[in-house]
């Protein structure tokens, strides 16, 4: 079936550092891949997106791109703030399908 | 994008007694919901997928008769744990399907002593 594999966390960065978190994926079809944020006590929400091979998903300084040769999704940013400490999920949902398949999170701790 | 509020946001019962969790759209009507488990420090697991008016279809493992849902309204989906134990502990969230997007609530956080 259908996963996703990322990262294990935490990854602790001190301010302005530049952040990698790796993803992978597994999929019959051809999915759109997702990053959803959480920060604490809060509840997920969508980062950014691509839908198909070579598409860039970004917003607030995060970019990833959906690389279909390496089936990969990582997500970066150039500069970290303290305000980015969360936890970064990545997922997929395949094409004209409701459910979304998470990858396990990866926290994120930016020391000022 | 879609506001999704859950009630309560934390709660402790005892073990055997039932807890309720309300999952609202405040401002979409939303048919089709989706009911999510959250361990500590892992990922979201799908319990279920409910559609208005119409009976919730679980995921493999996950037993419809200890966590019913029951989603009434276009804008309401309930989650009842019945005799609760303390493996039920858990970080449960909704999300509301709409605009071919998923939209999540805050989550509850469910204690069982």
């Known amino acids: 079936g259908d996963s996703v594999t990322q990262m294990e966390g935490p990854v602790t960065l001190s301010e302005e550092a530049f952040l990698t978190i790796n993803c992978t994926y597994t999929a019959t079809g051809y999915p759109s891949l997702f990053w959803y944020v959480q920060y604490p006590g809060e509840g997920l929400q969508l980062l950014l997106k691509?839908?198909?091979?070579?598409d860039k998903g970004s917003n607030k300084g995060f970019e990833a791109t959906y690389r279909k040769e390496t089936t990969s999704f990582h997500l970066e940013k150039g500069s970290v703030q303290v305000s980015d400490s969360a936890v970064y999920f990545c997922a997929l949902r395949e094409t004209g399908g409701f459910k979304t398949i998470f990858g396990a999170g990866t926290r994120l701790f930016v020391k000022a | 994008g879609a506001v999704v509020s859950q009630h309560p946001s934390w709660v402790i019962c005892k073990s055997g007694t039932s807890v309720k969790i309300e999952c609202r759209s405040l401002d979409f009507q939303a048919t089709t919901m989706f009911w999510y488990r959250q361990f500590p420090k892992q990922s979201l697991m799908l319990m279920a997928t409910?559609?208005?008016?119409?009976?919730?279809?679980?995921e493999q493992g996950v037993e419809k008769d200890k966590f019913l849902i029951n989603h009434a309204s276009l804008t309401l989906s309930t989650l009842t744990v019945t005799s609760a134990h303390p493996e039920d502990s858990s970080f449960y969230i909704c999300?509301?399907?709409?605009?071919?997007?998923?939209?999540f609530g805050p989550g509850t956080r469910l204690t069982v002593l």
């Open positions: 999300s509301v399907w709409g605009n071919n997007e998923q939209f």
């Open positions: 691509a839908t198909k091979a070579d």
């Open positions: 409910s559609n208005e008016g119409s009976k919730a279809t679980y």
